[in-house]
């Protein structure tokens, strides 16, 4: 049975830094691409970050470039998103995801991905 549990979310100020990750079980998950999603009340789930089987391509939303960082672990089956300079729009609750089907392609769209964690609140106070 497959299994991701994200974890470190939290309440951090404006301007501060979390970093959560997402531990996978029941398979590996080291030859699939691996991305990070959120959700704020009343949107629709969006794309964040995405990083590819081998950690060497990333993509990212853009209001999230130069703050985020997505980064694996296929050692520990992990995948990581460290956030700086955070505001208190990425207030949401971030999922991670896995896109089972990868085929090379970084996707952004959530129904591509097959695996989803339970997900982590994220807020930031002004």
């Known amino acids: 049975q497959v299994q991701l549990v994200e974890s470190g979310g939290g309440l951090v100020q404006a301007g501060g830094s979390l970093r959560l990750s997402c531990a996978a079980s029941?398979?590996?998950?080291?030859?699939?691409?691996m991305g990070w999603f959120r959700q704020a009340p009343g949107k629709d789930r969006e794309f964040v970050a995405v990083?590819?089987?081998?950690?060497?391509?990333?993509n990212y939303l853009d209001s999230v470039k130069g703050r985020f960082t997505i980064s694996r672990d296929n050692a520990k089956n992990t995948v990581y998103l460290q956030m700086n300079s955070l505001r208190p729009e990425d207030t949401a609750i971030y999922y991670c995801?896995?896109?089972?089907?990868?085929?090379?392609?970084?996707?952004?769209?959530?129904?591509?991905?097959?695996?989803w964690g339970q997900g982590t609140q994220v807020t930031v106070s002004t």
């Open positions: 990083v590819n089987w081998g950690g060497s391509r990333t």
């Open positions: 995801a896995v896109d089972a089907h990868s085929f090379g392609i970084l996707k952004t769209t959530p129904v591509l991905y097959e695996y």
């Open positions: 029941g398979r590996t998950f080291s030859t699939n691409n």
